[in-house]
């Protein structure tokens, strides 16, 4: 009989280890991390949502302060973002990626508000008629890896989107931090909701669709080309430069002056505005640092290329002095010093000097 006691005690000692082990394996947290690998995307999910999952496998051991409400469940509880989780749940293996609370990730939600006035503007009835490759380019342009509260949102980000002129160049947008919680996005879109810690990321709540950036939106919100703009808009140019820039239909490889390049031509011609410059000599030196129908990134120019510009008949050269990428045009040199910001309809290289043919 005392034998039997002790098999019995023995056999309560053991189910109590295995219960205990079962607990430990099947907490939230752990669980969680072993569903990550069994995530199977549908066959036809596009790139930005793979990458997504790739970030997700790569994640396991960032810290969160919640992870039970993940973003797209935090986007059932907001009716005012119902626009935004519809288009969510049409893009294959999105939803099932967001709806993970341990996913770093930054997402920039619109208002449904916002969807409604894009949708008019672009001459869409609803959503259903916005077609599918602008769907996928316009959310993954509404997603940052990584969590991101609004002070970390410095000047150019690169979202998830691709550039339609470049098949492997990643979107930026520009920020600009006007206080904790609050940044202006491209110079048009505002953060009215900020910092919405949801799982292991952030949520930010717009007021606009962040539509794919242009050349002309980073000009006109990035303050250092506050001159070239000015340049640009100047009367009688023989060119409509905001116009083409702003157009969908162009290609751009952009070598932007600095204002504090335009100072410095400014000083050496004697004249305190841009617009003073006769507007036929103006409009060939803005034509001279663009070049049309291709977006070229640094890597593409370091080996040496001969460009052939906007300007009639005038070439730039472009080389690699050390570590600085060089632009060279007639008897001026420029160094690169704000690199590969790029737009949908192409990419901008900021230079340190206005160059002259």
């Not at 999952?53 to 986007?75: A, F, T």
């Not at 060939?284 to 120019?301: D, M, R």
């Not at 370091?302 to 045009?329: C, I, K, N, S, Y």
Request: hydrophobic share 45%; glycine share 6%; proline share 5%.
């Amino acid at each position: 009989m005392k034998q039997l006691s002790n098999y019995l005690v023995i056999a309560l000692c053991l189910l109590l280890v295995t219960a205990c082990e079962q607990e430990t394996v099947l907490s939230p947290e752990q669980a969680s991390t072993q569903q990550l690998e069994q995530i199977q995307l549908p066959e036809n999910a596009p790139d930005f949502v793979v990458e997504l999952h790739e970030h997700l496998l790569n994640s396991n051991g960032i810290e969160g302060r919640s992870n039970e409400l993940s973003v797209y469940e935090y986007l059932c509880f907001k009716p005012d973002l119902s626009t935004f989780k519809t288009a969510i749940e049409a893009v294959p293996g999105l939803e099932l990626i967001l709806s993970n609370p341990l996913l770093p990730v930054t997402v920039f939600a619109p208002t449904n508000q916002a969807f409604a006035e894009f949708l008019a503007a672009n001459g869409f009835a609803s959503l259903d008629e916005v077609p599918f490759p602008l769907v996928n380019q316009i959310l993954a342009n509404h997603i940052l890896l990584g969590r991101k509260d609004v002070e970390w949102l410095k000047m150019y980000m690169k979202t998830l989107a691709y550039a339609d002129c470049d098949v492997r160049g990643r979107l930026n947008i520009y920020t600009e931090v006007i206080d904790p919680n609050n940044a202006i996005i491209n110079g048009m879109v505002n953060i009215i909701r900020g910092n919405q810690f949801v799982g292991r990321g952030f949520v930010h709540v717009v007021d606009k669709v962040i539509a794919p950036s242009t050349v002309l939106d980073f000009a006109t919100s990035d303050p250092r080309f506050s001159t070239l703009v000015e340049a640009l808009s100047c009367p009688d140019l023989g060119i409509d430069f905001l116009g083409a820039l702003a157009s969908e239909g162009g290609v751009f490889t952009i070598f932007a002056p600095t204002n504090e390049a335009f100072d410095n031509l400014a000083a050496a011609l004697g004249v305190s505005s841009v617009c003073e410059i006769p507007a036929e000599t103006l409009t060939t030196v803005l034509a001279y640092h663009v070049k049309a129908g291709v977006s070229l990134a640094s890597i593409k120019l370091t080996g040496g290329r001969t460009l052939q510009t906007l300007a009639e008949g005038l070439t730039l050269e472009t080389a690699l002095d050390g570590t600085t990428l060089t632009v060279v045009g007639g008897s001026s040199t420029a160094n690169v010093v704000l690199a590969n910001l790029q737009a949908n309809n192409g990419i901008i290289h900021g230079i340190d000097t206005v160059l002259l043919p």
